[in-house]
């Protein structure tokens, strides 16, 4: 199995740029989250999807932040417009109804001047 | 507010010895608790996991130690080896088996010495 998928794996940006950051969860995985990793504030759940639905975006830090999942295969994470606060790590993680462990992919080190 | 609590920060062990990490946390729904490993430029991995209806729960060199009453978990490492040396996050989640929330605490850096 290939694990999760996250592109691109790094991305510098400017101020004010709009960042899309994505994620391929593992096939026949029907769950998936959106995390956040900062030096500060450790490890922070976005959102997280069951079944492509959005179920949970409390941790959705603003408006800036938003995410969709079209499809079983493929999410996004946009961030308009970037601020250097959101400078982090990104991490999609996947798991499957019935079990109990999130699967994470490798991160997205997201850094906005 | 930060519902799972975790300690120290970063701890070195040399090597041959025991690693140990607390958490503790406040939800009384929580029934699940997972340790996930972290190597610097990768995402974490679930090490190992508990549920209360056990005190202990043993994989290899790694061990839960689960106090329900006083709502706190630890993990050991017996045998610590260099390549431990890595990130570990304890976590806990409301929901078993349905792959969801998890709340993580912040992480402690381990670092084993030869």
């Known amino acids: 199995d290939a694990g999760v998928i996250q592109s691109p794996r790094h991305e510098v940006t400017e101020m004010g740029q709009e960042v899309t950051l994505r994620c391929k969860p593992i096939s026949g995985h029907n769950s998936l989250f959106w995390y956040r990793q900062t030096m500060m504030r450790g490890l922070e759940l976005l959102i997280y999807f069951n079944n492509n639905v959005p179920i949970d975006d409390s941790g959705m830090p603003e408006d800036r932040f938003s995410a969709k999942m079209p499809n079983a295969s493929f999410s996004t994470l946009k961030i308009q417009p970037s601020e250097p606060r959101d400078s982090a790590v990104y991490f999609c993680a996947s798991g499957r109804s019935g079990t109990d462990t999130q699967y994470f992919g490798p991160g997205t080190r997201l850094t906005v001047l | 507010q930060q519902q799972v609590k975790q300690s120290p920060q970063s701890l070195i062990v040399q090597k041959g010895g025991i690693s140990i990490i607390n958490c503790a946390y406040e939800n009384t729904a929580f029934d699940y608790f997972p340790w996930y490993q972290q190597f610097p430029g990768k995402g974490p991995a679930l090490l190992i996991a508990?549920?209360?209806?056990?005190s202990e729960k043993k994989e290899g060199r790694f061990t839960i130690s689960f106090n329900k009453s006083a709502k706190q978990f630890s993990l050991h490492i017996m045998d610590s080896q260099p390549g431990d040396s890595a990130t570990y996050f304890c976590a806990a989640s409301t929901t078993p088996g349905t792959a969801s929330k998890l709340t993580f605490g912040t992480g402690t850096r381990l670092q084993v010495t030869l």
């Open positions: 508990i549920r209360p209806d056990v």
